[in-house]
């Protein structure tokens, strides 16, 4: 049972390049949230979403975009990477409100 | 917007023994779900709690255990035996029940050191 998976598990980028996080849960879980983790700051939520083809903005939304074309899989896109984006990024999960978050294992993004 | 606050960055504690950890939270919700995490070295989040606002037990589980008190907006977590693989930030968590609202939101953390 695979969980919450997260595609790339580090990246390095030059400020201004785009990319893309994929995030894959097999646990048909309805709700999908994006985070980024920084010191002394916590887990910020950037972005979540509450079923397919659903998105809403998280407490740090500026410069992400996200979708949700497919159940299973939530999209974290960074148009025009800058260096204040270089994060520690999770991806969680969790089948109703009321349950525990699954959460991948992080992505370290890197911009130079 | 509900927020959490946990205002201890850090604590240390010696192995065997018995540490709180603190969270406060702000909401004008009166149905909601609590969660502490951890989050060792791994990086890896893991559940270490929930406890629902309506039920007013405290909820356990094994040596951890939360001291839950609704009108003071306070959800502290009492590890028990401490024990070296307990080293790891302590994140707690707050969501709303109510449809519309579906935010997890998280503290600041606090890391916990284990001394031998």
């Known amino acids: 049972n695979a969980g919450v998976t997260q595609t790339p598990k580090f990246r390095v980028l030059k400020t201004g390049q785009s990319m893309t996080l994929l995030c894959a849960q097999d646990?048909?879980?309805?709700?999908m949230y994006w985070y980024r983790q920084d010191p002394g700051m916590g887990l910020r939520l950037i972005h979540y979403s509450v079923g397919e083809g659903t998105t809403a903005k998280g407490e740090v939304p500026d410069g992400y975009n996200v979708s949700r074309l497919k159940k299973q899989n939530f999209l974290l896109g960074l148009e025009s990477a800058a260096p204040s984006q270089t994060s520690v990024y999770f991806c969680a999960s969790s089948l109703l409100q009321s349950t525990e978050a699954f959460f991948g294992q992080g992505t370290r993004l890197t911009v130079v | 917007a509900q927020t959490v606050t946990q205002s201890q960055p850090e604590m240390s504690v010696q192995e065997a023994e018995t540490v709180t950890l603190s969270c406060t939270y702000d909401?004008?919700?009166?149905?909601?779900?609590l969660f502490w995490y951890k989050q060792p070295p791994s990086r890896q989040m893991i559940l270490v709690i929930r406890q629902e606002a309506y039920k007013q037990q405290n909820a356990t589980e094994n040596r951890f255990s939360v001291n839950f008190q609704k009108a003071a907006k306070s959800f502290s977590l009492k590890i028990s035996d401490s024990q070296l693989g307990d080293a790891a930030m302590y994140f707690c968590?707050?969501?709303?029940?109510?449809?519309?609202?579906?935010?997890?939101?998280f503290g600041t953390g606090t890391r916990l050191t284990i001394i031998p």
């Open positions: 968590a707050y969501r709303s029940a109510h449809f519309g609202n579906e935010k997890l939101t």
């Open positions: 909401t004008s919700e009166s149905d909601y779900y």
């Open positions: 646990m048909n879980h309805e709700y």
